[in-house]
């Protein structure tokens, strides 16, 4: 195999896709766990007070539970190189967050801040997921 070959294949779009996945998962267990390990303070980064069980509660479904739930689908997807919609729904999950800022937006402005970066990140790694699709798979499986 050439040198050229071999460098096609290690930069694939299905290796690039699943070393992406695999960062989502990372990145998406470490906001889990430092969410765990002091809900307070991500709470105020992200504009945020939390205020009794119900607040605690709702805080931890969404930036554990959902964290965790996007954490183990990459994984998954990472690890399923042949079933795109895997790594589609990872996307999907990614992306649901800066479409609901964008919503939220028209009725009282951008993020700012941390948040502002959270999103650009959420959208960067949602849209590239989908850019780095399987081609000719449009409605596989």
């Given at each position: 195999?050439s ?11 299905a ?5 992406l ?17 002091d ?30 739930a ?34 939220a ?16 990140v ?20």
């Open positions: 195999m040198a050229s070959a071999t460098q096609t294949t290690i930069w694939s779009r290796w690039v896709r699943g070393q996945l695999q960062l989502v998962a990372t990145a998406s267990s470490l906001a889990a766990l430092a969410a765990m390990l809900p307070d303070r991500i709470a105020a980064a992200m504009g945020l007070f939390l205020v009794g069980v119900n607040g605690y509660s709702q805080f931890y479904a969404i930036y554990v539970g959902i964290r965790l996007t954490a183990g689908l990459a994984l998954l997807a990472a690890r399923q190189g042949d079933q795109p919609i895997l790594g589609d729904l990872t996307a999907l999950f990614l992306l649901a967050q800066p479409a609901g800022r964008l919503v937006a028209f009725a009282i402005g951008l993020p700012t801040g941390l948040l502002l970066v959270v999103c650009a959420e959208l960067l790694a949602g849209l590239s997921l989908l850019a780095l699709r399987p081609r000719g798979k449009i409605l596989s499986p």
